[in-house]
């Protein structure tokens, strides 16, 4: 699938090239072109080098857990959960824990934290992989929730709207929840009707009850505060929690005496090493879209659904904020470009300019994390993980679409 993914950009870029060659005379076309294949092998040798201290840092305080053992407690109230969505992972496995710190991190809004511990999470998985060069189903189903996880605390794009002079920067905090949550159950349920996962036993039923029941909480409690305290609360609640977990994790090694130190030696030593592994999956991947994107097939795209759209007499507000749905699952930094773009030409306030700030909290980038992820382990075949984790896409997409227009159509 990847394979066939890869190659699909650079052709459609080609031949979007020669149309644009010479049908359209843009002589310049394929310089542009060339000249991105450049541009993003530099930009993802810069990211590794940019993750490799956030890596060794954050696995080398994942191993200061493991040793501490707090891990393990952490982990126990998702177990009966866990043994049921991947029945494949062993009792007590060490991926659990880091599975449950990556979900947790991504939660809080931390992605900076959750990459390394997503990676460690893979990382575990593929010592139980009986096919090292293909996805197992408990990594497939991984990336999926880890591509759609719900983001509790979208601060990055309050920030971002606060920037662009949005009146009130967290009014599309309740529908970036709402979308966010609907992609993440879109994944769980694609992921499950492949693998034949039973949704419908009574624990794992009450334990996607009691997640609702969370999340419909924060939302209640979050919609009572104004836009300063919202921001406030949220900031606060997401550096302490994490700040208060490295504490925990050092106190808890000190209490069975272990070296803490020469413990977070040994896992920045591995966070280096996955750095340095990550660098051609995420140029082969970064590559491929920065071609699709130069060729400028994206634009082609676009134009053709605006003047079909006018044909059938449908609204096309819509259409303003879709580049940043179509560049999410393939570039973090380009969707998040497409936002502010957006909100720079139609006003951060605008319809296009909030439907862009929801279609961007709604998902995760599914390509990079896939190739990140994948890549650390040296996976090459992916089965359904590409196909399951863009359906998750679109169902965040189209629910961020519909959720935009009842809040601000």
Known sequence: ?????????????????????????????????????????????????????????????????????????????????????????????????????????????????????????????????????????????????????????????????????AADPTDVFIPILIATYASTMAGLIA??????????????????????????????????????????????????????????????????????????IDGAKEGFQTAVMIIPYLVAMLVAIGVFRASGALEITLDYARSLLIHYSLDSQFLDALPTALIKPLSGSGARAMMIDTMQTHGADSFAGRLASIVQGSTETTFYVLAVYFGAVGIKKARHAVACGLFADLIGIITAICIGYVFFA
């Not at 406030?232 to 609640?237: G, K, M, R």
Request: with cysteine.
């Open 191 to 264: 992921v499950a009707s492949i693998q034949r996962i039973k949704l419908y036993e009574p624990v794992v039923l009450c334990y996607l009850a009691a997640f609702s029941t969370v999340i419909g909480l924060i939302l209640f409690y979050s919609s009572s505060l104004d836009q300063a305290s919202m921001q406030q609360q949220s900031s606060l609640a997401s550096n302490f929690i994490i700040f208060s977990l490295i504490i925990v994790f050092m106190s808890g090694a000190i209490k069975q005496r272990i070296n803490v130190y020469d413990a977070f």
């Open 1 to 165: 699938m990847l394979n066939i993914i890869w190659l699909g950009f650079f052709f459609i870029a080609f031949l979007t090239g020669l149309y644009r060659l010479f049908i359209l005379g843009d002589m310049n076309i394929f310089n542009d072109i060339t000249l991105a294949t450049f541009t993003l092998s530099k930009t993802a040798f810069e990211i590794s080098l940019g993750l490799t201290g956030v890596l060794c840092f954050w696995m080398g305080i994942m191993k200061i857990g493991e040793k501490s053992g707090f891990i393990n407690h952490l982990t126990r109230f998702l177990n009966p959960l866990l043994k049921r969505l991947m029945p494949d992972i062993p009792d007590k496995h060490p991926a659990l824990g880091a599975m449950v710190m990556n979900l947790s991190a991504n939660m809080l809004g931390l992605d900076n934290a959750a990459t390394p511990l997503g990676i460690k999470a893979m990382q575990h998985l593929q010592t139980i992989n009986p096919l090292k060069d293909t996805a197992s189903n408990a990594q497939i189903l991984f990336l999926v929730i880890n591509t759609s996880a719900v983001t509790l605390f979208p601060l990055t794009i309050f920030t971002y709207r606060a920037q662009m002079g």
